[in-house]
């Protein structure tokens, strides 16, 4: 009874893994006859794929989809796309958006052209950053540009510095990667994998100029200046110090003024009673 049950189950097993292979193989040799070209568009402006094949049949109209779906069934491409030159050009209506990518295909007769279309990431981050030390310190860097790509970080003592150290990977080895240890990735706001950089307690020494790059796109610095804990108690304390020194004057000077008054009125009086 139990060796049977361990065949049927064995047996099931072996069908579901042919199953799963065969799946697969075919989903594989779907995508190879494809061959989806990786395009890189630009956020806010055109799209605009061509399909001509010139030698297909005059009659046949060009079959458009996105992501496996019929291209006037996309609800984010709802009029806004066009098809021209006999259905054979394919292009977004006006400016092009975040959520425009994803996979197109066209087909005609027996032949298909296929695209993986993808944002050209741009990273953001602001100009200047600046933190009290000792305290918690998150940059965030923002990313346009889906399918999100991985976001590194380098970090920079100075502008005019040619000595770039990655941060958040890399541990260990000298003084910088020692500090680079210290931060940590986190996702951003957008929940953008690794691209917020997060250090619990700012040190004077984090000073510098930290980058943020999505995927291959250009990267963004901005410059970070850790203020002392002190810096808002200087002013006070120099006011202060000012008062102080002014009463000083003031005492001495007046103590110098009135000392030879007393001895004039002294002498004064003795000049009356003299006389
Ligand atoms: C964008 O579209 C406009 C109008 O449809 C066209 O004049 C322009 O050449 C297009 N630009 C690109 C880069 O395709
Ligand atoms: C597009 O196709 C590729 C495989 O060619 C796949 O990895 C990717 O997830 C697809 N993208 C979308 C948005 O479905």
Same mark, same amino acid.
């Given at each position: 009874?139990?060796?049977?049950?361990? !065949?049927?189950?064995? !047996?099931?097993?072996?069908?579901?893994?042919?199953? @799963?292979?065969?799946?697969?193989?075919?989903?594989?040799?779907?995508?190879?006859?494809?061959?989806?070209?990786?395009?890189?568009?630009?956020?806010?402006?055109?799209?605009?794929?061509?399909?001509?094949?010139?030698?297909?049949?005059?009659?046949?109209?060009?079959?458009?989809?996105?992501?496996?779906?019929?291209?006037?069934?996309?609800?984010?491409?709802?009029?806004?796309?066009?098809?021209?030159?006999?259905?054979?050009?394919?292009?977004?209506?006006?400016?092009?958006?975040?959520?425009?990518?994803?996979?197109?295909?066209?087909?005609?007769?027996?032949?298909?052209?296929?695209?993986?279309?993808?944002?050209?990431?741009?990273?953001?981050?602001?100009?200047?950053?600046?933190?009290?030390?000792?305290?918690?310190?998150?940059?965030?860097?923002?990313? *346009?540009?889906?399918?999100?790509?991985?976001?590194?970080?380098?970090?920079?003592?100075?502008?005019?510095?040619?000595?770039?150290?990655?941060?958040?990977? @890399?541990?260990?080895?000298?003084?910088?990667?020692?500090?680079?240890?210290?931060?940590?990735?986190?996702?951003?706001?957008?929940?953008?994998?690794?691209?917020?950089? *997060?250090?619990?307690?700012?040190?004077?020494?984090?000073?510098?100029?930290?980058?943020?790059?999505?995927?291959?796109?250009?990267?963004?610095?901005? *410059?970070?200046?850790?203020?002392?804990?002190?810096?808002?108690?200087?002013?006070? !304390?120099?006011?202060?110090?000012? *008062?102080?020194?002014?009463?000083?004057?003031?005492?001495?000077?007046?103590?110098?003024?009135?000392?030879?008054? !007393?001895?004039?009125?002294?002498?004064?009086?003795?000049?009356?009673?003299?006389?």
């Amino acid at each position: 009874m139990g060796q049977e049950m361990f !065949l049927s189950l064995a !047996l099931l097993f072996l069908t579901s893994g042919a199953l @799963t292979n065969a799946q697969s193989e075919g989903e594989a040799r779907g995508f190879a006859e494809l061959e989806p070209a990786v395009v890189y568009y630009d956020i806010n402006r055109n799209i605009t794929l061509n399909c001509t094949f010139p030698n297909a049949d005059k009659t046949l109209t060009y079959l458009w989809k996105k992501n496996d779906k019929a291209i006037n069934e996309v609800p984010e491409l709802k009029e806004r796309f066009k098809l021209e030159e006999n259905n054979a050009v394919f292009s977004v209506k006006g400016r092009a958006n975040e959520d425009d990518y994803g996979n197109y295909s066209c087909a005609l007769g027996g032949e298909a052209r296929a695209w993986e279309l993808r944002g050209r990431p741009v990273a953001r981050l602001p100009d200047n950053t600046n933190v009290v030390e000792g305290q918690k310190l998150k940059l965030q860097c923002k990313v *346009v540009g889906k399918p999100y790509p991985r976001v590194t970080w380098t970090y920079r003592p100075t502008e005019e510095s040619n000595e770039t150290v990655p941060l958040g990977e @890399t541990e260990g080895e000298g003084a910088e990667a020692e500090g680079a240890a210290r931060w940590r990735l986190e996702p951003n706001e957008q929940g953008v994998e690794g691209a917020a950089l *997060v250090l619990e307690a700012a040190a004077r020494a984090d000073a510098g100029v930290y980058a943020c790059r999505a995927g291959a796109g250009a990267p963004d610095h901005t *410059v970070l200046r850790v203020k002392d804990m002190y810096a808002a108690l200087w002013p006070f !304390l120099g006011i202060c110090a000012e *008062v102080f020194v002014l009463c000083a004057i003031i005492l001495v000077y007046e103590k110098r003024r009135t000392k030879p008054e !007393l001895d004039d009125s002294d002498t004064d009086n003795h000049d009356q009673k003299k006389s």
